[in-house]
């Protein structure tokens, strides 16, 4: 079965990064991206200067990473054997990457105020289709994000793409929204042994606590990697983001695959279900009606 193109994205004809936007398309984004919607701005662009433009080569990663990682809050970056002014260099693309995602969701989601929080920054130089991975780091598979050793407690997952590639699109499948995937894999998911959450903090498997939110996020990340039937059955769209273009989706609750494209960038934002507009819109409020109970 396929869904179509208008099911799944908002398109957005804006050019800027900052706005100031209307409140009706404020209002209107916002309730797309938490209806499960993709925002699609394809005149949207991350200008790279001449100069910049040499990072356009994955000789710039250290080899065993696929992307180059920013944190803005502490300013590391890592996964590049750069050195020098030219580590300088690409940090300062990233660190600017990271400023205009900020900028464009501060303008589009205006009632998320500061409550959003910006996580990694990803230049991601490395060609997706035929990397070698095992199935669970296999992103050309439909999946929804969820991390072994990040645990998000409930909070959502919110992303920014940019591609920079001068010629080739990249390629996303996406498939069901989260409420369907849900009924589907929460029932083949078993409850975390008792006090087996609390070990993997003692033994510093996760940064922090894995709540049952997070087990049952793995769970239903891995069971959909997993399932072949449902990769090829499920319902869904193929997508070509053109070069140029941005696009901005929460990771948590489209079920999304990558399946070809090199050179995107990527802004990663964690929100508390409290500062959405309709937190019953959210996997974790989603997973606590099945459940029956509080999860995080
Ligand atoms: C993913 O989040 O699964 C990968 C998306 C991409 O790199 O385009
Ligand atoms: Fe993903």
Redesign the pocket.
């Known amino acids: 079965m396929q869904l179509r193109d208008h099911e799944v994205l908002e398109p957005l004809g804006i050019a800027s990064w900052e706005g100031p936007f209307s409140p009706e398309m404020a209002a209107q984004a916002t309730d797309a991206l938490e209806t499960g919607k993709l925002l699609y701005a394809p005149q949207l662009s991350f200008e790279l200067s001449e100069a910049e433009r040499r990072f356009l080569s994955p000789d710039y990663l250290d080899g065993k990473s696929k992307n180059v990682s920013f944190r803005s809050s502490s300013g590391v970056l890592v996964g590049t054997g750069c050195r020098g002014a030219e580590r300088d260099e690409l940090l300062s693309m990233l660190q600017r990457y990271c400023t205009r995602a900020l900028q464009l969701l501060k303008a589009l989601c205006p009632g998320y105020g500061d409550n959003l929080q910006p996580g990694f920054t990803s230049f991601?130089p490395a060609e997706?289709a035929g990397r070698p991975t095992s199935w669970r780091h296999d992103?050309t598979r439909l999946?929804v994000?969820a991390f072994p050793s990040r645990p998000m407690q409930g909070r959502r997952i919110l992303?920014v793409?940019t591609n920079v590639n001068p010629q080739a699109p990249?390629i996303?499948r996406v498939g069901e929204a989260f409420d369907q995937v849900a009924a589907k894999f929460v029932p083949g998911i078993r409850p975390p042994f008792p006090g087996s959450l609390r070990l993997l903090q003692k033994l510093r498997i996760v940064k922090g606590r894995r709540t049952e939110y997070d087990h049952f996020m793995l769970g239903i990340h891995d069971r959909m990697k997993a399932d072949q039937g449902y990769q090829s059955q499920a319902v869904q769209a193929q997508l070509a983001f053109p070069p140029g273009a941005t696009w901005a989706c929460y990771?948590d609750w489209v079920s999304?695959?990558?399946l070809s494209?090199q050179f995107?960038f990527?802004q990663t934002f964690e929100l508390p279900v409290a500062a959405m507009k309709d937190p019953e819109r959210s996997p974790l409020r989603t997973l606590e009606r099945l459940a029956g109970r509080t999860l995080a």
């Open positions: 991601r997706i992103d999946h994000d992303r793409f990249r996303w990771t999304h695959a990558a494209g995107a990527e």
